[in-house]
C-alpha cells in the first residue's frame, strides 16, 4: 500500500467528518481538499468515490455497523465515520478487497488514536466479515425500510410517497445514490455545438451531445471546467434540467429581462445568448461575493448584455419603475431536494419547518417582483426541488391572490422537443429519473 492511498482514506475521513461538524457543502470542500493536497487523477477519483459513496449510503452503513458497535455513543466523532468509511469500500466497492480496507482502517486508528482504538476498529471490521450484514428485510414497514436501504429520512420519503406514491419515490431514491453527470451549454454566440465537440474530442474527452437540449454536451468522463475551451468562453458548466427555464422564459431581441435571483449567472447568460447579446439582462443577488461570480461568467462568455446588482429582490421596487421588464425569471431560494446527487450531506440536515420557511420566502418573492412586470410579460418561476409545497402549491397560492396572471399555455411551443411530453398544462416538473439530469420545477404564468 502506497501512503497516498493510505492519504486518501485519512483525507476522506477527515472530509467526511468537517462536512458534519459545519454542515458545510460537500461538492465545495472536496474541491478545495483536492487543491490544496495537489491529488493524482485517480487519487481524486478515489477520495471522490469514498466520500460522496460513505455520505450517500450514510444510514444503511449505520443500520448495518448498529448491532457490531456497542456502546456507540462513547466513541469519538471520527472512529464512527472511519467505520462507514470502511463498510462503504467492504460493501459497495468491488475493486478494493476487504482485507486491504480493514488494514489500512486499523493503520489510521493505530494513528490517530490508540492501540485499543485499532483493535476495537479492527474487531468491529473482522465481525462484520465473519457474520454478514444485518438484513434489511427485518425492518417490515416499506417506507422505513427503502429510507435505510437508500439513506434517505423516514420523513422525506413518506412525504414524497404522499406527493408521488411507493414507485416514483422509489426510483427517485435509487436514482440519488448515483453520481451525476457533468453537462454543458455551448455558447452558440461563439461557436457551434459540433465545432465545441471536435474542439474538446481533441484534447481527448469523450462527449455525446445532449439528447434533451439543442446546445449541450454530457461529459462522459474528465472535468470540462479545467479546459480552454471553458476559459475562452466557448461553454459554460450548467444542469441540462436549468437550461429549460431559458426556453421558458423564451426572451427575444432587444428585450429588457429581469433575473431575480441570478447568482452564479447560468440562466443569466442562456437568457443573453438567446438574446443574441442584445437588450439588457439584469441579474440580481443579495450577496456580493455571488454577484462577483456571474460578472465573471458573463465576462469570460463575452456578453456585454448583462448588468448585475447586489440587492434584495423584494425590495426592487425601489430601483426599477413598475411595469418596465418585458419578461422576469425568479429561480427562488428552495430546499434544494433535485441536486441531492451533486450535495448527498443535504438530505441529513434539511428538515419539513425548512420547507415551511421557504415557501413562505417563494411567496414574498413572487408578489415583491411581479408589479415590476409590464402587461402581457411574462413570469417564469422555477426552482431545483421537487416538493409540491415549494413547487405548485406556491405557484396556486400566487394566482389565487394575483388574479391579474394567468397559466401561459403556449409555453410548451417554446420548449425543446424531448420535453414537450412531460408538458400537460404551463408548469413542468422533471424528476432526476426523468433524464438524469437534477430535479426541477417550472411554471409560466402571463401578466394579463
Not at 470542500?29 to 493524482?40: A, D, G, M, P
Not at 477519483?45 to 455520505?55: A, Q, S
Not at 449505520?62 to 448491532?67: A, E, R, W
Not at 433535485?338 to 413572487?366: A, F, H, N, W
Request: charged share 25%.
Amino acid at each position: 500500500m502506497t501512503s497516498t492511498k493510505k492519504n486518501v482514506r485519512a483525507i476522506a475521513m477527515d472530509l467526511l467528518v468537517t462536512i458534519e461538524k459545519n454542515q458545510s457543502y460537500s461538492n465545495l470542500l472536496l474541491n478545495s481538499t483536492i487543491e490544496k493536497n495537489e491529488l493524482s487523477p485517480v487519487d481524486v477519483g478515489l477520495l471522490t468515490e469514498l466520500t460522496y459513496g460513505t455520505l450517500q449510503r450514510r444510514m444503511a452503513l449505520d443500520f448495518f455497523l448498529n448491532p457490531f458497535v456497542k456502546d456507540n455513543k462513547k466513541l469519538a466523532n471520527w472512529i464512527h465515520h472511519l467505520l462507514r468509511l470502511t463498510l462503504y469500500q467492504m460493501v459497495y466497492l468491488d475493486r478494493i478487497p476487504d482485507r486491504a480496507a480493514i488494514y489500512e482502517a486499523v493503520e489510521i486508528a493505530k494513528e490517530r488514536g490508540h492501540k485499543g482504538i485499532a483493535s476495537l476498529v479492527n474487531g468491529v471490521l473482522r465481525s462484520i466479515q465473519r457474520e454478514g450484514l444485518p438484513s434489511l428485510n427485518e425492518v417490515t414497514d416499506r417506507n422505513e425500510r427503502l429510507a435505510l436501504e437508500t439513506s434517505h429520512p423516514e420523513w422525506l420519503v413518506t412525504r414524497w410517497v404522499n406527493q408521488f406514491g411507493y414507485d416514483k419515490t422509489k426510483e427517485m431514491c435509487e436514482i440519488n445514490l448515483t453520481a451525476p453527470m457533468q453537462t454543458a451549454r455551448v455558447n452558440l454566440t461563439k461557436i457551434s455545438r459540433d465545432e465545441c465537440i471536435a474542439l474538446l474530442e481533441e484534447d481527448g474527452f469523450q462527449i455525446e451531445k445532449s439528447p434533451v437540449i439543442p446546445e449541450a454536451i454530457r461529459s462522459l468522463k474528465g472535468n470540462l471546467a479545467s479546459t480552454i475551451a471553458f476559459n475562452y468562453g466557448m461553454f459554460t458548466i450548467q444542469d441540462e434540467s436549468s437550461m429549460l427555464a431559458a426556453y421558458a422564459l423564451g426572451a427575444k431581441q432587444d428585450e429588457f429581462v429581469l433575473d431575480a435571483c441570478a447568482a452564479p449567472g447560468g440562466k443569466s447568460t442562456h437568457i443573453a445568448e438567446k438574446m443574441n447579446n442584445t437588450g439588457e439582462v439584469i441579474s440580481v443577488d443579495l450577496h456580493q461575493h455571488k454577484v462577483r461570480l456571474i460578472n465573471d461568467n458573463a465576462k469570460r462568455l463575452g456578453l456585454g448584455n448583462i448588468k448585475t446588482s447586489v440587492s434584495d429582490s423584494r425590495h426592487l421596487q425601489e430601483k426599477f419603475k413598475v411595469e418596465s421588464f418585458d419578461r422576469i425569471l425568479l429561480d427562488a431560494p428552495c430546499s434544494g431536494l433535485g441536486v441531492m446527487r451533486r450535495k448527498p450531506d443535504m438530505k441529513y440536515t434539511k428538515t419539513e419547518t425548512d420547507i415551511e420557511r421557504l415557501s413562505r420566502v417563494q411567496q414574498d418573492l413572487l408578489t415583491s417582483v411581479t408589479p415590476l412586470l409590464k402587461k402581457g410579460g411574462i413570469l417564469v418561476y422555477s426552482t431545483c426541488t421537487v416538493d409540491k409545497q415549494e413547487n405548485q402549491n406556491t405557484v396556486e397560492t400566487f394566482l389565487q391572490n394575483n388574479p391579474e396572471f394567468e397559466a401561459d399555455l403556449s409555453f410548451k411551443d417554446r420548449m425543446p422537443e424531448a420535453i414537450q411530453p412531460f408538458i400537460t398544462g404551463f408548469d413542468l416538473q422533471i424528476f432526476p429519473q426523468d433524464f438524469g439530469s437534477d430535479g426541477f420545477y417550472i411554471a409560466v404564468l402571463r401578466k394579463a
